[in-house]
């Protein structure tokens, strides 16, 4: 019934004009949304009676002409600078058939800019159709790899998601903050922080922290190592003591020890960098030296026979010096960037993305001048937790009854649709960063919110949410001095259970662990005296 009826929309147009040939689907996506290519940043104009499409400008050039007719033979007409070309066009059979008619047409857009411009009977016989609450997205450069990544870990393309995904080496399971693990994982204590995939039969050692980054299959990942924000394809080898940030390493790409790759940076297939290497910003390290790339696909031109360059090509004296005593093949650059800053500015537009997480109210405080950017589902998060600290700080400076406090929270919570464990999520944030003084104002706060606490934290799934979350934060805005302290307050008050906590306690950020050690041991104490007790 749901496909019937898109159907019937798509193909409204068809039945208003038999003359129609084709239906360009459209997301609704303001300027600057990250799933909008640069290169997709175009101008359309509609009759919003019918939705023709009357003209299709790329918003790169800096003038538009339109014809005067446009005007004149039109009543009203609509000009979009919020729709996002999906890409999708819905044709009639003949259509692909004019491709071959003109060989200078190489896409669906030259073909409506050109063709169909050229032609003036038949720019009315396109129609566009306008998506609102559907997900629709296209891969372009890496800034929208980021970006529709980011919407997969995060789950607005459901069902389209890692644990519904499933291969003969294994499957996902997905856990709480994002985090989505293949069950032949192999961890030895490493730290894997929110929105992290990892792929089937990757292995991971100890002391390693990855946190917002996607790992492939069958990668080895040593000690101490450190991944953020970042894309490691499938049997990819990142040896102890690296950095990765921001970046993407192809597959069968390694890493050798105490190297750092900087944002920005792709490492292509079958490359190597280190030992002891720091690369910039922006570097790319290809199969293939400038020399070797004549074309854009590696090949010469002069004949049908030239074959393309190959591994055969490719000498050990001819390897660049920069990649380190093991480094393997070529730092690539173009003959168009600059020595100063035209790879530093490429990667800046071309890659990279701001980390979306939870931040502070402060933080969102400073950004609110700015345009937000609305997510697929129509949930502002920054506007939740905005109103979800003013319902707590207020609250408790005016020392109203917790109760309104906490049918403020449950009204918000269900106009931004939020889910209840990221609603737990936000209330355990709001309580740390709302205490103006965490040194002594910290157990009164615990005291006064307990109630709203006692409402999320009835299982084990919503305390562990809670002390992943105090983890997070202390580590983020370097609170770790007061992480055992708001433990012990939090146990005093029965929001968390004594198992709970030590439980949490095995899989730990180390640097917490060392600031709690003292509290852990004295749960431990108090259980074994307890349990002689009872004996």
Same mark, same amino acid.
């Not at 019937?8 to 038999?18: L, S, Y």
């Not at 990649?323 to 035209?342: I, M, N, P, Q, T």
């Not at 002594?440 to 006064?448: G, I």
């Given at each position: 019934?749901?496909?019937?009826? !898109?159907?019937?929309?798509?193909?409204?147009?068809?039945?208003?004009?038999?003359?129609?040939?084709?239906?360009?689907?459209?997301?609704?996506?303001?300027?600057?949304?990250?799933?909008?290519?640069?290169?997709?940043?175009?101008?359309?104009?509609?009759?919003?009676?019918?939705?023709?499409?009357?003209?299709?400008?790329?918003?790169?050039?800096?003038?538009?002409?339109?014809?005067?007719?446009?005007?004149?033979?039109?009543?009203?007409?609509?000009?979009?600078?919020?729709?996002?070309?999906?890409?999708?066009?819905?044709?009639?059979?003949?259509?692909?058939?004019?491709?071959?008619?003109?060989?200078?047409?190489?896409?669906?857009?030259?073909?409506?800019?050109?063709?169909?411009?050229?032609?003036?009977?038949?720019?009315?016989?396109?129609?566009?159709?306008?998506?609102? #609450?559907?997900? @629709?997205?296209?891969?372009?450069?890496? !800034?929208?790899?980021?970006?529709?990544?980011?919407?997969?870990?995060?789950?607005?393309?459901?069902?389209?998601?890692?644990?519904?995904?499933?291969?003969?080496?294994?499957?996902?399971?997905?856990?709480?903050?994002?985090?989505?693990?293949?069950?032949?994982?192999?961890?030895?204590?490493?730290?894997? @922080?929110?929105?992290?995939?990892?792929?089937?039969?990757?292995?991971?050692?100890?002391?390693?922290?990855?946190?917002?980054?996607?790992?492939?299959?069958?990668?080895?990942?040593?000690?101490?190592?450190?991944?953020?924000?970042?894309?490691?394809?499938?049997?990819?080898?990142?040896?102890?003591?690296?950095?990765?940030?921001?970046?993407?390493?192809?597959?069968?790409?390694?890493?050798?020890?105490?190297?750092?790759?900087?944002?920005?940076?792709?490492?292509?297939?079958?490359?190597?960098?280190?030992?002891?290497?720091?690369?910039?910003?922006?570097?790319? +390290?290809?199969?293939?030296?400038?020399?070797?790339?004549?074309?854009?696909?590696?090949?010469?031109?002069?004949?049908?026979?030239?074959?393309?360059?190959?591994?055969? #090509?490719?000498?050990?004296?001819?390897?660049?010096?920069?990649?380190?005593?093991?480094?393997?093949?070529?730092?690539?650059?173009?003959?168009?960037?600059?020595?100063?800053?035209?790879?530093?500015?490429?990667?800046?537009?071309?890659?990279?993305?701001?980390?979306?997480?939870?931040?502070?109210? #402060?933080?969102?405080?400073?950004?609110?001048?700015?345009?937000?950017?609305?997510?697929?589902?129509?949930?502002?998060?920054?506007?939740?937790?905005?109103?979800?600290?003013?319902?707590?700080?207020?609250?408790?400076?005016?020392?109203?009854?917790?109760?309104?406090?906490?049918?403020?929270?449950?009204?918000?919570?269900? @106009?931004?649709?939020?889910?209840?464990?990221?609603?737990?999520?936000?209330?355990?944030?709001?309580?740390?960063?709302?205490?103006?003084?965490?040194?002594?104002?910290?157990?009164?706060?615990?005291?006064?919110?307990?109630?709203?606490?006692?409402?999320?934290?009835?299982?084990?799934?919503?305390?562990?949410?809670?002390?992943?979350?105090?983890? @997070?934060?202390?580590?983020?805005?370097?609170?770790?001095?007061? +992480?055992?302290?708001?433990?012990?307050?939090?146990?005093?008050?029965?929001?968390? #259970?004594?198992?709970?906590?030590?439980?949490?306690?095995?899989?730990?950020?180390?640097?917490?662990?060392?600031?709690?050690?003292?509290?852990?041991?004295?749960?431990?104490?108090?259980?074994?005296?307890?349990?002689?007790?009872?004996?």
């Amino acid at each position: 019934k749901q496909w019937y009826q !898109r159907r019937v929309a798509i193909t409204a147009g068809k039945k208003k004009d038999k003359e129609c040939i084709m239906t360009c689907i459209f997301k609704k996506a303001m300027p600057g949304h990250p799933t909008r290519g640069l290169e997709d940043d175009v101008v359309v104009c509609t009759n919003p009676h019918s939705n023709q499409l009357l003209a299709f400008h790329n918003a790169n050039v800096k003038k538009f002409y339109y014809e005067i007719d446009l005007f004149t033979t039109n009543e009203v007409v609509d000009f979009h600078y919020d729709l996002m070309n999906t890409h999708v066009f819905l044709c009639e059979a003949h259509v692909p058939a004019r491709f071959g008619d003109h060989f200078d047409i190489q896409d669906m857009e030259s073909f409506i800019k050109g063709v169909v411009g050229e032609d003036e009977t038949c720019i009315e016989n396109i129609y566009i159709h306008i998506l609102e #609450d559907r997900y @629709a997205a296209r891969v372009t450069n890496l !800034r929208t790899y980021v970006s529709v990544s980011q919407d997969i870990i995060n789950r607005w393309t459901y069902p389209v998601v890692p644990d519904n995904y499933y291969n003969a080496s294994g499957e996902y399971i997905y856990r709480k903050r994002g985090i989505y693990l293949s069950n032949s994982v192999k961890l030895y204590k490493a730290n894997i @922080a929110q929105n992290t995939v990892v792929g089937p039969e990757t292995t991971i050692d100890r002391e390693t922290e990855i946190t917002d980054s996607v790992i492939g299959s069958k990668c080895e990942i040593g000690r101490n190592v450190k991944i953020t924000k970042s894309f490691i394809w499938d049997e990819v080898t990142i040896e102890e003591g690296c950095i990765i940030d921001n970046a993407v390493l192809a597959s069968g790409a390694k890493v050798y020890k105490k190297s750092t790759i900087n944002p920005g940076c792709i490492l292509a297939i079958d490359t190597a960098v280190g030992p002891n290497v720091v690369l910039d910003p922006g570097t790319k +390290v290809t199969a293939f030296s400038a020399s070797h790339l004549r074309t854009d696909s590696g090949c010469s031109n002069d004949s049908e026979d030239t074959k393309c360059s190959g591994d055969n #090509d490719i000498s050990d004296t001819d390897m660049d010096e920069n990649l380190g005593a093991d480094g393997w093949r070529y730092v690539y650059k173009s003959e168009e960037e600059d020595e100063d800053d035209s790879v530093i500015s490429e990667y800046h537009k071309k890659w990279y993305l701001p980390h979306q997480g939870i931040r502070t109210i #402060d933080e969102i405080s400073d950004s609110s001048d700015s345009t937000p950017v609305p997510s697929e589902s129509g949930i502002e998060e920054d506007g939740f937790y905005r109103e979800l600290f003013d319902s707590m700080n207020g609250g408790y400076d005016n020392k109203t009854n917790i109760d309104h406090v906490i049918l403020e929270i449950n009204s918000s919570k269900h @106009a931004y649709n939020v889910s209840v464990n990221d609603c737990l999520m936000y209330v355990c944030r709001g309580v740390v960063e709302a205490c103006p003084d965490l040194s002594t104002q910290l157990p009164n706060y615990l005291k006064y919110f307990k109630p709203l606490l006692a409402k999320f934290t009835n299982d084990l799934s919503s305390q562990l949410i809670i002390l992943d979350e105090l983890q @997070a934060w202390s580590l983020e805005y370097d609170r770790v001095e007061y +992480v055992q302290k708001i433990l012990h307050i939090m146990y005093e008050e029965d929001i968390l #259970d004594e198992s709970v906590i030590l439980r949490w306690n095995e899989t730990a950020n180390p640097e917490i662990k060392n600031k709690i050690c003292r509290f852990i041991t004295w749960l431990l104490e108090a259980e074994e005296e307890s349990s002689e007790e009872s004996d």
